[in-house]
């Protein structure tokens, strides 16, 4: 096993290169980024074998709600999905990807830098300009019974849902789930913005910036997509950190349409 790339030299690595904000598939792949905290990179997983793609640290991640999900008769989604598989042989960088074993990881919601809500919304037409006063609210589910529910409000939801607990050898991989609060014929379309912070034990992450895409009726994938690269470029430009911190932030985007199976 190699050691962990030290912060100085992941910085360096990343600062060598140009940023990736490329749209790609895939799961969150969570694991100590050896600062103390908890840092997200992308993992590709598909029929029971996984493979890290992209280190990160990323921080913004794109999803399209699906109508009538799981038979709910609302707008969802189970991306991203959640994994830690301690490949740290595997990657060409030396970064360890390991997580603690047989522990907890717990996803809570923030409140949004910039737009002073718990949740935020944008109708997908017109120049983007979000808003707190949400049409319908945004409710995330764990695994163990526990939900999230988000109103736009100015204070951070207590409470915190998880997809799993850690094996004996630090790896797990399963979704959350993201609804809107409202069936899928009076959900409000557009595109919604939340933050969350994952933690584990002592470590902690900085926040994720997760773009839920609902077209309804209203938009044909091309006019979401469209309406959501906006959407992104605002949150890139507004909400992450400053184009001097971008470096150390490894800024990327991953495109998450459906769990692959």
Request: net charge negative; hydrophobic share 40%.
């Amino acid at each position: 096993m190699r050691s962990l790339m030290t912060t100085s030299a992941l910085a360096a690595a990343l600062a060598a290169c140009p940023l990736a904000l490329a749209h790609e598939e895939g799961d969150l792949m969570i694991y100590d980024n050896g600062s103390g905290g908890l840092s997200f990179g992308l993992y590709d997983f598909d029929g029971g074998t996984g493979e890290v793609v992209e280190a990160g640290p990323i921080a913004l991640a794109i999803a399209e709600l699906e109508g009538n999900w799981e038979g709910t008769g609302m707008p969802g989604i189970d991306e991203p999905g959640w994994a830690t598989d301690g490949s740290a042989g595997s990657d060409p960088d030396g970064i360890s990807f390991v997580f603690p074993a047989n522990t907890q990881l717990n996803v809570s919601a923030n409140v949004i830098p910039v737009l002073g809500g718990n949740a935020a919304y944008w109708d997908g037409t017109g120049p983007v300009a979000f808003t707190t006063a949400m049409p319908n609210g945004v409710v995330i589910e764990g695994v163990f019974g526990s939900e999230i529910d988000l109103d736009g409000s100015a204070t951070a939801p207590s409470g915190t849902v998880s997809p799993w607990i850690s094996g004996a050898d630090g790896t797990a991989h399963d979704h959350l789930e993201f609804f809107l609060d409202a069936d899928d014929a009076t959900a409000a379309t557009g595109v919604y913005l939340i933050s969350l912070s994952a933690s584990a034990g002592s470590l902690e992450s900085d926040p994720l910036y997760l773009l839920l895409g609902w077209g309804g009726s209203d938009f044909t994938d091309e006019q979401l997509e469209l309406a959501i690269e906006s959407a992104e470029g605002y949150v890139e430009t507004q909400i992450v950190p400053e184009p001097g911190s971008l470096a150390l932030l490894g800024l990327a985007s991953l495109l998450l349409t459906r769990r692959r199976r």
